[in-house]
């Protein structure tokens, strides 16, 4: 008979292709790991695993194995997920991941309330691109992922939150009118700084920019929103900036926001999960929290009035 540990075991020896990665990963001996993959072989009748003195790699058996294996292996987290959840809301474990033009923005707001209202909750967090988190959210390796949507994955169900526009962010001059409204054409493409490659945030930036005519971009790429402010402050370019970030990375006296013409520029901000997932009382209560959380950085940042920002727009518009 198959067990689930055989099959974990074989999931991490196929995803790390290395006996040792793999029983590091299980908190396991190698040689542990290595008797319960021949096991499994023995089980299922067929060669898994072709090994060799440097590497490992997977027969086309061992291929179909693992694909299985990982859908077993998820609708096994969700079984028990549901036994430990549907008493209550919230409670218990909750793998969150969240991308970094996020994070630092929403969390201080978010997790106050979190532990507040639902103190049983043990909450993980995990920073990183959306490509990942969309992988680990369908391999079960985390419970719900807060991104910019939408999360193009047939096995993912959304939620919208809050519509987040960008603002164009570019260095304080005597001359500037911050009531002016951008035109994408103003912007010089040798200019616009973005994030590297990998940050949906570049992405969006580009989309938003490119059927636009605007030539050669800027080949620079930084790894965080607060290098890409640094160099617009000090006049090596401007950026695309969602709004909800301005609060903590305009802070800088040489940096000016503008607004651009109708329609603004803006991403969707939302929850993504997987639609095997029994918990989704756990996300729409989740979803309520960080929307009402939006609204409140939206009365904050009406009433501060950014320069140049018109106090009467709301920073963010949230999703019914």
Same mark, same amino acid.
């Given at each position: 008979?198959?067990?689930?540990?055989?099959?974990?075991?074989?999931?991490?020896?196929?995803?790390?292709?290395? #006996?040792?990665?793999?029983?590091?990963?299980?908190?396991? =001996?190698?040689?542990?790991?290595?008797?319960?993959? &021949?096991?499994?072989?023995?089980?299922?009748?067929?060669?898994?695993?072709?090994?060799?003195? +440097?590497?490992?790699?997977?027969?086309?058996?061992?291929?179909?194995?693992?694909? &299985?294996?990982?859908? @077993? /292996? +998820?609708?096994?987290?969700?079984?028990?997920?549901?036994?430990?959840?549907?008493?209550?809301?919230?409670? *218990?474990?909750?793998?969150?991941?969240?991308?970094?033009? @996020?994070?630092?923005? %929403?969390?201080?707001?978010? %997790?106050?309330? %979190?532990?507040?209202?639902?103190?049983?909750?043990?909450?993980?967090?995990?920073?990183?691109?959306?490509?990942?988190?969309?992988?680990?959210?369908?391999?079960?390796?985390?419970?719900?992922?807060?991104?910019?949507?939408?999360?193009?994955?047939?096995?993912?169900?959304?939620? !919208?939150? #809050?519509?987040?526009?960008?603002?164009?962010? =570019?260095?304080?001059?005597?001359?500037?009118?911050?009531?002016?409204?951008?035109?994408?054409?103003?912007?010089?493409?040798? &200019? /616009?700084?973005?994030?590297?490659?990998?940050?949906?945030?570049?992405?969006?930036? /580009?989309?938003?920019?490119?059927?636009?005519?605007?030539?050669?971009? +800027?080949? #620079?790429?930084?790894?965080?929103?607060?290098?890409?402010?640094?160099?617009?402050?000090?006049?090596? *370019?401007?950026?695309?900036?969602?709004?909800?970030?301005?609060?903590?990375?305009?802070?800088?006296?040489?940096?000016?926001?503008?607004?651009?013409?109708?329609?603004?520029?803006?991403?969707?901000? *939302?929850?993504?999960?997987?639609?095997?997932?029994?918990?989704?009382?756990?996300? !729409?209560?989740?979803?309520?929290?960080?929307?009402?959380? *939006?609204?409140?950085?939206?009365?904050?940042?009406?009433?501060?009035?950014?320069?140049?920002?018109?106090?009467?727009?709301?920073?963010?518009?949230?999703?019914?």
């Amino acid at each position: 008979m198959i067990t689930l540990k055989q099959l974990r075991y074989f999931e991490a020896l196929a995803r790390h292709r290395h #006996f040792g990665k793999a029983a590091r990963a299980c908190a396991v =001996t190698q040689p542990a790991l290595s008797m319960q993959i &021949r096991e499994l072989e023995t089980t299922v009748g067929v060669t898994l695993v072709e090994r060799r003195p +440097s590497e490992i790699r997977l027969t086309r058996e061992g291929r179909e194995v693992a694909r &299985r294996a990982e859908i @077993i /292996l +998820s609708e096994a987290r969700d079984l028990m997920d549901y036994g430990r959840h549907t008493a209550s809301v919230l409670n *218990g474990t909750l793998r969150l991941g969240i991308i970094p033009s @996020i994070a630092p923005y %929403l969390l201080p707001r978010v %997790l106050p309330e %979190l532990e507040h209202k639902y103190p049983g909750l043990d909450l993980r967090l995990r920073e990183t691109l959306t490509e990942t988190l969309i992988d680990e959210l369908v391999n079960g390796d985390l419970d719900v992922v807060l991104m910019a949507l939408p999360a193009g994955h047939a096995d993912v169900e959304t939620r !919208e939150l #809050f519509s987040d526009r960008f603002l164009l962010a =570019t260095q304080a001059t005597p001359d500037l009118d911050e009531r002016h409204r951008v035109a994408p054409g103003e912007i010089a493409p040798d &200019r /616009l700084m973005l994030l590297e490659e990998g940050h949906c945030l570049r992405d969006q930036a /580009l989309t938003y920019c490119s059927p636009l005519g605007m030539g050669r971009f +800027s080949n #620079f790429g930084a790894t965080s929103l607060t290098t890409v402010m640094q160099m617009v402050a000090a006049g090596y *370019g401007v950026t695309l900036l969602p709004e909800i970030c301005t609060d903590v990375e305009v802070r800088d006296e040489r940096i000016a926001l503008l607004r651009f013409i109708e329609p603004q520029p803006a991403r969707t901000i *939302g929850l993504a999960w997987r639609k095997t997932s029994p918990r989704k009382h756990d996300f !729409e209560a989740l979803a309520a929290l960080i929307a009402a959380a *939006g609204q409140t950085h939206a009365g904050s940042r009406q009433r501060r009035a950014t320069p140049g920002v018109a106090a009467s727009e709301d920073a963010i518009t949230v999703v019914p």
